[in-house]
């Protein structure tokens, strides 16, 4: 039994980035901003769900890809040719009667030794050590806007530098740090994907695991349940509340109640995917909770699947972002067209924008360290193009509402959605979730060992 606990750390140290990758990326980031510049990011705030209860803690996605450092109250401060170290963290110092009550600190020293800064000071003396840092800088790189108490501090450090230095070396521009910074970001690193590749595994088990246990007479948030506990038994939590989508209630994008019975002749969505080490995964399934698809439901489920294959296919480098979108849509709606959803053909459909009223989505989006990660979809106005190191989901669907008249009966109710995350190879494409099955065959021949 000893020998579990060791194995899953050192699982964990193989996964986890190392810090000269952080290092890299530091030095990569200040290399674009210039000798001038200094660089600001934030930890995020601890935000309280009611009274004295916070939300479980989830450090900001950027200074995480900064740092790897896990800790709130805490800001990272890049300062490009600084003698005394570029990598500058202001964060917690160690405090007995705190940790006694909150767990132990990682505190000023070991943010040096084990997080690979070049200098760190309390948080609590950074009113009095960053606006000196600061000064002589042409420019300040942060995401103003984003926390309202940081820009108050960022602007209260300004105004000691004009009333002590007379306004001549107070920097004179603020940039948006997610210019540079979320450029990086969209290209993962191979450790990034070992990351991704893991939480994409962990995010199949919670839903194979959740397909056996969907049956007649269930709830909603059971499904729930069963997928999370299968998240947290592998280190990981959810990266997003979990869409469990019985019947009707597929039908609606975001339905966040998971609160209905399981009926007999529903399908039931699932949409959920797990974080590990704050990197995420995404996966959407439909399937039938008696284990078989009715003749309408399997008719738009293969519609759908054609669509996100077709699209999976178009996920390579040299294609424009769109392209995905662009192949599902077409084979929706030549799909809707030949069931009779539609009237006239695919082209019609598109350049009328008919097709919208049963897929009003796009067809993905990137991934990473957000669940919709961050990225440029579109470059001077034109798509991006794919590259290597890219990753993105794909998610067509068909949602007929319950209360669409210009269709037959049969036809209403039924929601469907099939995603997957795929990575963009030097050759192709990886596609990171397909433990999960999706061929309608291999979903009822599953279903049919429960």
């Known amino acids: 039994m000893r020998g579990r606990p060791q194995q899953a750390q050192q699982r964990h140290r193989a996964l986890s980035i190392a810090q000269d990758e952080y290092a890299r990326r530091r030095r990569q980031l200040m290399k674009m901003a210039g000798e ?26 950027d200074l995480h890809y900064l740092s790897g450092f896990p800790e709130p109250d805490a800001v990272l401060a890049l300062l490009p040719g600084r003698l005394h170290g570029e990598a500058v963290l202001f964060c917690r110092e160690r405090d007995d009667e705190r940790e006694r009550w909150h767990g132990e600190s990682i505190g000023t020293e070991r943010a040096v030794s084990e997080h690979g800064m070049d200098d760190a000071f309390p948080i609590d003396d950074i009113d009095d050590i960053l606006p000196g840092m600061i000064e002589g800088r042409g420019r300040v790189y942060c995401h103003f806007g984003r ?3 940081f820009d108050a501090r960022l602007l209260g450090w300004m105004r000691r530098l004009r009333q002590l230095r007379g306004g001549g070396v107070v920097p004179k521009e603020f940039v948006a740090l997610g210019h540079l910074l979320h450029d990086l970001r969209l290209y993962k690193s191979r450790a990034e994907l070992r990351l991704m590749r893991s939480s994409a595994a962990i995010a199949a088990e919670a839903h194979l695991s959740a397909m056996r246990m969907a049956q007649p007479g269930r709830h909603e948030y059971e499904v729930e349940a069963e997928l999370v506990r299968t998240m947290r038994s592998r280190g990981a939590v959810p990266a997003f509340p979990p869409i469990v989508a019985s019947g009707a209630n597929a039908c609606v994008m975001h339905y966040q109640a998971n609160r209905a019975p399981l009926r007999d002749g529903d399908l039931l969505l699932i949409d959920a995917g797990a974080e590990l080490d704050c990197y995420a995964s995404d996966i959407s399934r439909s399937f039938p909770v008696n284990g078989r698809y009715s003749r309408e439901q399997r008719a738009l489920y293969e519609v759908v699947l054609a669509a996100q294959q077709a699209a999976i296919d178009e996920v390579r480098p040299g294609r424009p972002f769109s392209a995905a979108h662009e192949a599902a849509v077409y084979l929706l709606a030549e799909g809707l ?10 082209e019609t459909a598109i350049a009328e924008g008919s097709y ?12 990473g360290l957000d669940v919709h990660d961050v990225g440029d979809y579109r470059i001077d106005g034109e798509p991006r193009i794919l ?6 989901t794909v998610e067509p669907g068909l949602y007929v509402p319950p209360g669409e008249r210009s269709v037959h009966e049969r ?24 433990a999960v099955p999706k061929e309608a065959e291999a979903i ?6 429960r």
Not at 357 to 367: D, E, I, N, S, Y
Not at 444 to 449: C, S
């Open 444 to 449: 009822e021949a599953m279903l049919a060992e």
């Open 356 to 367: 919208k009223r049963f897929f009003p989505a796009k067809t993905g989006h990137w991934l």
């Open 36 to 61: 001038d510049a200094v660089l600001l990011v934030a930890a995020a705030p601890e935000r309280i769900r009611n009274a004295d209860a916070a939300w479980p803690y989830r450090q900001d996605s």
């Open 411 to 434: 036809w209403r109710g039924i929601g469907i959605r099939i995603e997957d995350d795929v990575a963009v190879t030097r050759d192709g494409n990886e596609v990171l979730t397909d």
């Open 387 to 392: 590259e290597p190191g890219m990753v993105v």
């Open 337 to 346: 067209c030949s069931l009779g959803l539609l009237q006239g053909d695919a």
């Open 147 to 149: 926390e309202p108490e």
